[in-house]
């Protein structure tokens, strides 16, 4: 399901820990976000989106279009 923070993370060429350090949180807990292993909280997923441009819709499937406010 979380595969598009996956594909968005590496469309910019970074690793887990990077983002993990961003969210400031261990890679570890952010793999399991990208694995589907832990749901991704609310909190998590607005500055997911707010970072990559992308709306809240686009990362959970909803949509497949990346734009916000379209």
């Keep these: 399901m979380y595969s598009r923070i996956r594909d968005l993370r590496e469309d910019r060429?970074?690793?887990q820990t990077a983002i993990a350090k961003i969210l400031g949180m261990s890679q570890?807990?952010?793999?399991?976000y990208e694995t589907g292993e832990n749901d991704i909280p609310t909190?998590?997923?607005i500055k997911l989106?707010?970072?990559?441009g992308v709306s809240?819709?686009?990362?959970?499937n909803r949509t497949d279009n990346k734009n916000?406010?379209?």
Excluded: P, Q, R
């Design 13 to 15: 060429d970074l690793n």
């Design 28 to 32: 570890t807990g952010y793999s399991k």
């Design 43 to 45: 909190e998590i997923l």
């Design 49 to 52: 989106a707010d970072f990559y």
């Design 56 to 60: 809240v819709d686009y990362i959970l």
């Design 68 to 70: 916000l406010n379209k």
